[in-house]
Every structure is written in structure tokens, then in C-alpha cells.
């Protein structure tokens, strides 16, 4: 089973609209991070925003807001105020256990911004 | 304060050679971490190095092997290289802490092998 689930291949928002993508998680651990990359066509992954397995409140980074619903293992990521600069690839992914351990990550969302 | 950094930008290889890539993380991190990311696909964990020893590999065959050096800076080596491992090789570092931290990433090495 995959650890990481993206479903969403690609996305369309119009500028100033917000848009969630979608991002769901399998594992057993107790212990695990979250986390929300972004890739512009550049390559570089750039690191958005970051939600604990203990933390009882959302994640917010400035436009960049994690909704996570633990229950239903969901960490859905909320980019309000679109700008053109958001159309890049987004990559949900998960460190499990504790300690740096390698992240596992999805299979990303193109999303695009429209003028 | 510098980031990650990647050498070379780009790699072209034929089939049968060996690729060798390499890392600098942000000072004062001691983990560096590889990823293959091939075209149209998510990052896959390759390999990951703290305080100059092997912590974990992905499932990779062993033609793919790294180490880190003294100054935690890290060489990927890629032998005997196929088709396959045509990919953007992507390097990340991150503090060595018990808490889950962030992974900051390199702009990464296109390998193409021909």
C-alpha cells in the first residue's frame, strides 16, 4: 500500500482564489511529520510547511495552511490568495517514527494559476 | 548563510559508465539525504548518511553507493549505469535532532545516460 496518496494529478485555481490539495497517509507509528514541498520547474523542492503527529493545531505559513485531520489520516494543504508564482508541483510527504529519518513522498500535484 | 549545493548541474553518461554526484549541505547539518526523482514520478529515497556512516538505503541495487566525508559533505556513485537512471538526483541535509525536522534540498543533478 502506498504511505503517500495524492490524488489529485492536476490542478487548475484563478489568481486571488484559494485551492486544497489533497494528501492522505498511511502508517502505524505514532510519531510522524508532514510535510509540503513545493518544485517549480527550476527542480529545487522548497519547503512550504510542516505538521507534527502530536500537534493539536493546523500548521500555518504564511498563505500555506495544513489541514490535518488525523483520524482520517488526511493533511491537505490550503494555498489561500493564489499568485501566478504558486504553478509549480507539490509533493505531500511523511517522516515516520522519530528522529531525521528519510521522508516518503507522493506522487505530487501540478497546480496551475490562472490570470 | 549558503544552502544546499549540487555538483555538476548536469550529467550525460553512456551505458556501462559510472556517474559520481555530489553534495555540500547547509553547515552544521550532519544528515544528507539522496533522492531519485525520474521523470514524471515523486522522489523515491535512495540513500542517507549521518556523522559519516550509512544510516538507511531505499531499494536501489548496489551499484548505487555514497558515502560522507569528514566535513559531511557526500558523493553519490552510480556504476555499471542503465537507461533507467536517467533521473534529477536531488541531495538534502538536515539537522541531526530527535525531533522531526525538515529536510532542505539542493537544486539537484540531471543525470541522462545514453
Known amino acids: 500500500a502506498q504511505k503517500i496518496t495524492q490524488t489529485q494529478p492536476g490542478m487548475f485555481v484563478q489568481e486571488k482564489e484559494a485551492v486544497t490539495l489533497d494528501c492522505t497517509y498511511d502508517t502505524s507509528d505514532q510519531s510522524y511529520g508532514l510535510f509540503w514541498y513545493k518544485q517549480p520547474s527550476s527542480g529545487e523542492m522548497i519547503f512550504l510547511i510542516y505538521q507534527g503527529s502530536y500537534d493539536e493545531q493546523n500548521a500555518t505559513e504564511g498563505r500555506y495552511s495544513l489541514n490535518f485531520q488525523k483520524a482520517r489520516k488526511s493533511a491537505n494543504l490550503v494555498i489561500s490568495a493564489s499568485q501566478l508564482g504558486d504553478s509549480a508541483m507539490y509533493f505531500c510527504?511523511?517522516?515516520?517514527?522519530?528522529?531525521?529519518?528519510?521522508?516518503?513522498f507522493g506522487k505530487g500535484t501540478r497546480l496551475s494559476v490562472i490570470a | 548563510e549558503a544552502g544546499v549545493t549540487q555538483s555538476p548541474t548536469h550529467l550525460i553518461k553512456t551505458r556501462g559508465q559510472q556517474a559520481t554526484l555530489r553534495c555540500s549541505p547547509i553547515?552544521?547539518?550532519?544528515?544528507v539525504y539522496w533522492y531519485q526523482q525520474a521523470l514524471g514520478l515523486g522522489l523515491q529515497f535512495l540513500l542517507w548518511?549521518?556523522?559519516?556512516?550509512?544510516?538507511n538505503r531505499g531499494n536501489f541495487p548496489p551499484r548505487f553507493s555514497g558515502r560522507q566525508f569528514p566535513n559531511y559533505s557526500s558523493e553519490l556513485n552510480v556504476n555499471a549505469l542503465e537507461l533507467e537512471d536517467s533521473a534529477l538526483y536531488l541531495c538534502?541535509?538536515?539537522?541531526?535532532?530527535?525531533?522531526?525536522?525538515?529536510?532542505?534540498f539542493g537544486p539537484g543533478t540531471r543525470l541522462t545516460v545514453t
Open positions: 548518511y549521518d556523522e559519516g556512516e550509512e544510516r
Open positions: 538534502a541535509s538536515s539537522l541531526n535532532r530527535e525531533i522531526s525536522y525538515e529536510q532542505y
Open positions: 510527504a511523511m517522516r515516520e517514527g522519530r528522529g531525521n529519518t528519510p521522508l516518503v
Open positions: 553547515s552544521g547539518h550532519t544528515s
